[in-house]
Each structure stands twice: as C-alpha cells, then as structure tokens.
C-alpha cells in the first residue's frame, strides 16, 4: 500500500525547492550535499529522501518548476492591441519582474543544466527556446526589413537583450520594482533605437 501524501506535501516541496536552489547557488551543485539541504531546511535527511531520490531529481525540479513558471508567465501576456515595440515593452518588463526574488534559481541554470540527463536538458532547453521564439518574433516585428531572411541577426539581436536583461540580476539583485521597471524602458529604448538603426 502506498504512503498517502500529506495536506502540506506541496508546501514542504516549495519550501525544500526554495532552500535547495540557495544551497546549489551558494556552494556549487558539485559540492553541495543532500545532507545540507536537509539541515537548512531544518528536517531530516531521510525526510528530503521521502520528497527527492536523488540530488539530480531535485536540482531537475529546481529547474523545471522555475523555467516553467517563467515561460508560462511569459508567453501568457496579453498582447492585445499592442505593436511589436509596445509588446518589446511588455515582455522586457514582465521578465525582470519575474527574475525579483529568483536570483539562486536564475544562477544555477548555467551549470546545473548541462549536469542532467539528456531527457531532461531537454524539457528545460524548451523552455528556454520558447522564451527566444518569443521575443524573436516580437524583435523581427519591429523592423521586417533588417531581419528578413538574416536569423543570425535577429538571434544575436536577441540574445543580446536576454544578456542586458541577465546583467541587471547579477548586479542589481537586491533591485525594487520600480528600479526593474525603470531599466526595462531602458532596455526598451536601447533595443528600438538600435535595432531601427541596423
């Protein structure tokens, strides 16, 4: 007979995620230990067991619950009514916005992806290439003639604000909203004038 799951299974996973993302952040998932995860989440380390086979299962669900989140978050604005450069505006925003309080879970994507099984890099590469198809399109709407039939552009292009956007959370972590808001139309602003200049 199978164990039930508790009322406050999902809230003691968010917790545990939350707690672990700050380990593998901090120490390097390499170094980091089931055992330390347990101990900062202030439970056993039979317990985590109960919740997480593996130290792999646990970063994967790290990873997969936060990319998810974002790209759903993301991809669900509504667009409504918007030209290409309104909609820039939008998305460039509503991402920073999402980054607030996400800095260990943000940093670990680097060298915890590659770490995983090819199956599961996968499902969080697609996340990802989501996010880029995305912004792509919206980048490739604001001025068709650059971008026609030269994707390399518009990937570097893009790729570009993805890392204007990645710079603000390594040196601004501690931002508020209105600070995140204030270098999205920065962002913005930058993006439009120079991609109307190419």
């Known amino acids: 007979m199978s164990r039930p799951i508790a009322k406050d299974h999902d809230v003691k ?3 545990i995620l939350k707690i672990a993302a700050r380990v593998f952040a901090d120490q390097g998932f390499a170094r980091a230990s089931m055992a330390q995860v347990a101990k900062d989440c202030g439970i056993s380390k039979a317990n985590i ?5 593996s130290k ?3 970063l ?3 990873l997969d619950t936060y990319l998810s989140a974002l790209r759903d978050r993301i991809l669900g604005l509504d667009m409504t009514g918007l030209d290409p450069s309104d909609q820039l505006g939008r998305i460039v ?3 920073l916005r999402a980054y607030e309080g996400m800095d260990h879970e943000h940093k670990i994507q680097t060298e ?3 770490l995983l099984p090819a199956d599961q890099q996968k499902i969080l590469k697609a996340y990802q290439r ?4 995305q912004m792509s399109r919206v980048v490739a709407g604001i001025a068709p003639k650059v971008f026609d039939d030269d994707t390399r552009k518009l990937h570097a292009t893009v790729m570009s604000i993805f890392g204007m956007l990645n710079w603000f959370y390594m040196w601004n972590r501690t931002a508020d909203h209105q600070a995140r808001d204030e270098y999205a139309k920065l ?3 930058l993006t439009l004038s120079g991609v109307r200049g190419l």
């Not at 067991?49 to 086979?53: A, F, I, L, N």
């Not at 989501?130 to 198809?133: E, G, P, Q, R, S």
């Open 13 to 15: 996973r968010a917790h």
């Open 49 to 53: 067991y109960h919740y997480y086979s």
């Open 56 to 58: 792999d299962a646990l």
């Open 60 to 62: 994967f669900d790290i």
């Open 93 to 95: 925003t509503e991402t």
């Open 112 to 114: 915890g992806i590659p």
């Open 130 to 133: 989501d996010l880029v198809t």
């Open 187 to 189: 962002v913005t602003r």
